[in-house]
């Protein structure tokens, strides 16, 4: 009777249906001597959880602090708003004249001669740019007189 129900057990065991109380029933009964010849497979099974349960760690284990990246953190933040507030104080101290910033010119002569020249800079690459579209035209056309004969 008492192997029937031990078999019971062993199978609840191994879909892992059962309790604290029948795991401590299966593990007394493989523990003691008088173990079913046919059950004999599963005793070293047993025999190991009774023998981890008394095992223990003599050693320390040492847990490592998040302190030492926290202190890098902080340096690389104070870094940072040190060369912000340098960057500050070092463009406000140099201030450019409004007129030299933007270009503006007060002699009207002098701002019709940049005028022209800057005109006439432009019309120059539009200028080189028509003639390289110009040289695309005469390909086209030639490639159009090629394929269509």
């Known amino acids: 009777m ?3 129900k031990i078999e019971r057990l062993l199978e609840k065991y191994f879909q892992g249906e059962t309790s604290i109380a029948q795991e401590k029933e299966l593990t007394n009964y493989f523990s003691g001597s008088d173990v079913a ?3 004999e497979q599963y ?3 047993f025999g190991y959880f009774s023998l981890a349960k008394e095992q223990t760690i003599s050693r320390e284990i040492q847990l490592k602090t998040k302190k030492s990246s926290f202190a890098w953190l902080s340096i690389a933040a104070s870094v940072v708003v040190l060369l912000g507030v340098g960057m500050y104080v070092y463009t406000s101290s140099n201030p ?3 007129h030299e910033k ?3 010119y007060t ?3 002098e701002a019709f001669k940049a005028t022209q020249k800057a005109l006439a800079l432009l019309s120059n690459h539009v200028n080189t740019g028509i003639g390289s579209v110009q040289y695309i035209q005469e390909y086209d056309n030639s490639k159009d007189e090629i394929f269509t004969k």
Do not use: R
């Open 96 to 98: 450019v004249d409004a």
């Open 107 to 109: 002699n009207p002569d």
């Open 37 to 39: 010849q046919h059950l």
């Open 102 to 104: 933007l270009g503006t």
């Open 2 to 4: 008492e192997h029937t």
């Open 43 to 45: 005793k070293p099974l």
